[in-house]
T-cell receptor, first 112, second 112 residues
Framework: ETGVTQTPRHLVMGMTNKKSLKCEQHLGHNAMYWYKQSAKKPLELMFVYSLEERVENNSVPSRFSPECPNSSHLFLHLHTLQPEDSALYLC???????????FGSGTQLSVL | DAKTTQPTSMDCAEGRAANLPCNHSTISGNEYVYWYRQIHSQGPQYIIHGLKNNETNEMASLIITEDRKSSTLILPHATLRDTAVYYCIVRVAIQGAQKLVFGQGTRLTINP
């Protein structure tokens, strides 16, 4: 148990669906992250939030829309996804200047 | 961002020390080296970090060369549960958060 909880653990969606991934951290951290891990590829940093403000957006397509309503919650809203977006989506949190990230178990997403 | 180079895979016998090398020849003077590992289908787990001195914690030891261009992660008595992908990362701080860019890592297999 890392203190970072992601739901759902598994998600199957069609290309026309809209769904959201949720991440919640119980560690009192002030920075949160979304990473994507496709099969046989390294983790790719998608978004970084610090104090609820987005500070990094790594050229992610607009069909992925992050939301950080407070320092404990992070969402990734998905719409009109493509099959190549199928991957493990990982959320993490950290306390500001610390490079020690705590990761959730991820959401395994399949786009049909 | 400083780039790291690691061997693709390594094997180690159970009970022996596992030594995982990492090259980071373009590292800047104020950049830290972080090590994480990822066990299959789970989120990455923080192991250890350092700037220029050697570090030790309950999981591992980190040896950084004097010129800081390379480092070695040491798992002193490897167990089967240490089988994982190990990532060496040079940390970049951004606006109150971190930009940890994961490479391919080293796939470490501990053999009985």
């Amino acid at each position: 148990e890392t203190g970072v909880t992601q739901t759902p653990r598994h998600l199957v969606m069609g290309m026309t669906n809209k769904k959201s991934l949720k991440c919640e951290q119980h560690l009192g951290h002030n920075a949160m992250y979304w990473y994507k891990q496709s099969a046989k590829k390294p983790l790719e940093l998608m978004f970084v939030y610090s104090l609820e403000e987005r500070v990094e957006n790594n050229s992610v397509p607009s069909r992925f829309s992050p939301e950080c309503p407070n320092s404990s919650h992070l969402f990734l809203h998905l719409h009109t996804l493509q099959p190549e977006d199928s991957a493990l989506y990982l959320c993490a949190s950290s306390q500001g200047a610390s490079g020690k990230l705590f990761f959730g178990s991820g959401t395994q997403l399949s786009v049909l | 961002d400083a780039k790291t180079t690691q061997p693709t895979s390594m094997d180690c016998a159970e009970g022996r020390a596992a030594n995982l090398p990492c090259n980071h020849s373009t590292i800047s003077g104020n950049e830290y080296v972080y090590w994480y590992r990822q066990i299959h289908s789970q989120g990455p787990q923080y192991i250890i970090h350092g700037l220029k001195n050697n570090e030790t914690n309950e999981m591992a030891s980190l040896i950084i060369t004097e010129d800081r261009k390379s480092s070695t992660l040491i798992l002193p008595h490897a167990t089967l549960r240490d089988t994982a992908v190990y990532y060496c990362i040079v940390r970049v701080a951004i606006q109150g958060a971190q930009k940890l860019v994961f490479g391919q890592g080293t796939r470490l297999t501990i053999n009985p």
